[in-house]
């Protein structure tokens, strides 16, 4: 006499979470790492240059900066390093809520170490009186706190559009059938350098929330009263874009695609069903999932 299915299924299930969380975790910690790494480079460069006279060095570090971490960290997390990235990912039903709810956090964690590592060095140096004061040179503003008096409307709509593109690049070359896996990296950083080319000549535009906070925690007041700004319009612009690479798509269910049942917040992205005629058990098809699941991902297909 077989063994019940009730008990097998119950035997499986906490081995089932446990891989859960082993699989997000590594996640997290290369996100995390990878926004810091974004962050130190991105606020570092022109904290200690002149970028109001040549923004050209300081979009090329952090363009270089977003193609070196997603070829680093790319294969564990994704490669996502900015919250409106990750937003996209989730409008486009490629990362559910938790997981995205996860990802901006550990992206805000390594930002705002990165910019308290830096905080940090300007205190360290005699000719620096005012360190906050100095961050306000790298921090995004509007008004009188943008180097050509950019009003507020034109920063809103610089934000949404660059942030936009930037998404659409990503979700358009980190497709599965992309012909090749350093396609999205270095598509996303020579975008990002680009658009920071303007960025930076308008305002420090960011276009990546996680790492405005982050400037805007250690600057004077008034970045703080701007901040909204830089977190509302680049996550409007990364939802757009993701709501329209969902349509043109199918969504998420095209092709016989759908997110993985049981998964409890950890699947990225969609994955084939299996088809047939054979019947199989909760358990074995659980696993089966998840086999087919870390399989796509660590062949690169899943972003």
Known sequence: MSTPVPARHDALEPSL???????????LVAEAF???????????????????????????????????????????????????????????????????????????AGALVAALA?????????????????????????????????????????????????????LGTARRDSNGRSAA???VGLTFAVLLQLGLSVGNLPFNPA??????????????????VFVVAPLAGAVIAGLAFRSFSGGPAASGETLVAGADDDGEAPIDEPTGDTVE???????KNEASEAQEFFDGRRG
């Open 211 to 228: 790492r405005a906070i982050g400037s805007a925690v250690f600057s004077s007041g008034w970045a703080l009263e701007q901040l909204w």
């Open 17 to 27: 979470a446990e891989a859960v969380e082993s699989r997000l975790l590594p996640r």
């Open 34 to 108: 990878g926004s810091f790494f974004l962050a130190f480079a991105g606020l570092g460069v022109p904290l200690f240059s002149i970028p109001q006279s040549s923004p050209l060095p300081a979009a090329l570090a952090a363009g270089l900066a977003v193609t070196a971490a997603m070829l680093a960290f790319g294969r564990v997390s994704g490669g996502h390093f900015n919250p409106a990235i990750t937003a996209a990912h989730l409008v486009a039903g490629r990362i559910r809520a938790g997981s995205a709810a996860a990802y901006a956090g550990a992206q805000l």
């Open 281 to 287: 058990e909760p358990a074995a098809k659980a696993t």
């Open 118 to 170: 830096l905080y940090g060095v300007l205190r360290t140096l005699p000719g620096i009186a005012d360190s906050r004061a100095a961050f306000d040179t790298v921090t995004a503003g509007f008004g009188e706190h943008s180097i050509i008096q950019a009003p507020l409307a034109a920063v809103l709509l610089l934000e949404m559009i660059g942030a936009a593109i930037i998404t659409a690049v990503f």
């Open 185 to 187: 990296p270095v598509a």
